[in-house]
């Protein structure tokens, strides 16, 4: 697996645990293909429950952890000339079809 993240992004306290909890899903679940550990509406105020888990058709970015098959893919594909950043382009050309990040 490999984990990427957005260099101004500043860590949760439980920020690699979350991925240690987690990649499990990616090995077993093939309709998953990312998880990220971004949430929109991460914030106190904005949940009920700081341990559910979302999925979402959406690619989140920042910071999202990968298996090592889907790394191959998105390297063979990463544009050279880029004509956009790279979280849209994750979002509208790669993110493989009928997949969700968790």
């Given at each position: 697996r490999a984990i990427f993240v957005e260099e101004d992004l500043v860590f949760a306290p439980d920020f690699l645990a979350f991925f240690r909890s987690t990649s499990w899903l990616l090995d077993s679940d093939p309709s998953l293909w990312c998880a990220s550990s971004w949430n929109d509406?991460?914030?106190?105020?904005?949940?009920?429950?700081?341990?559910?888990?979302?999925?979402?058709?959406y690619f989140p970015g920042l910071g999202f952890m990968i298996r090592r098959e889907v790394w191959l893919q998105l390297r063979d594909k990463w544009p050279v000339a880029p004509t956009m950043g790279w979280d849209y382009w994750m979002r509208v050309a790669f993110r493989p079809a009928g997949k969700e990040c968790v």
């Amino acid at each position: 697996r490999a984990i990427f993240v957005e260099e101004d992004l500043v860590f949760a306290p439980d920020f690699l645990a979350f991925f240690r909890s987690t990649s499990w899903l990616l090995d077993s679940d093939p309709s998953l293909w990312c998880a990220s550990s971004w949430n929109d509406f991460g914030y106190k105020h904005g949940t009920d429950d700081p341990c559910r888990l979302l999925r979402t058709s959406y690619f989140p970015g920042l910071g999202f952890m990968i298996r090592r098959e889907v790394w191959l893919q998105l390297r063979d594909k990463w544009p050279v000339a880029p004509t956009m950043g790279w979280d849209y382009w994750m979002r509208v050309a790669f993110r493989p079809a009928g997949k969700e990040c968790v």
